[in-house]
């Protein structure tokens, strides 16, 4: 499974971003696809996934109403909409695949990380 995102960028506090990830290989339909973030000087976290049919998504909890992840099946994409953007939520975010017991746990594919930086 290859994973490419894009997306990243500079945006002020309470904006908008919207980060893409398309993926490809042969199991790509059928697993599992979301994000994690690192913040400078921290873990990795898990951020959000999605189903490989798009019908279940996964969040951690303080999260959930900020940010949609979402999934267009013909393309392969999973996308994360972030809205009411923070400070604290600057950190270099990875696309991520796997199946359903290791996606928000511990991924075994990765894409390269784009970088959000929200500034004050």
């Known amino acids: 499974v290859q994973l490419q995102a894009s997306g990243g960028g500079l945006v002020q506090a309470g904006g908008s971003l919207r980060l893409s990830c398309t993926g490809s290989g042969r199991a790509i339909k059928i697993i599992h696809m979301g994000w994690f973030r690192q913040a400078p000087g921290k873990e990795r976290e898990f951020v959000a996934a999605?189903?490989?049919?798009?019908?279940?998504?996964y969040y951690p909890g303080f999260k959930k109403d900020r940010f949609t992840v979402s999934r267009d099946t013909s393309t392969n994409a999973v996308y994360l909409q972030m809205d009411s953007l923070k400070p604290e939520d600057t950190a270099v975010y990875y696309c991520?695949?796997?199946?359903?017991?290791?996606?928000?746990?511990?991924?075994?594919?990765w894409g390269q990380g784009t970088l959000v930086t929200v500034s004050s």
């Open positions: 991520v695949a796997d199946q359903a017991d290791r996606i928000t746990r511990g991924p075994r594919n």
């Open positions: 999605i189903s490989g049919r798009g019908d279940n998504t």
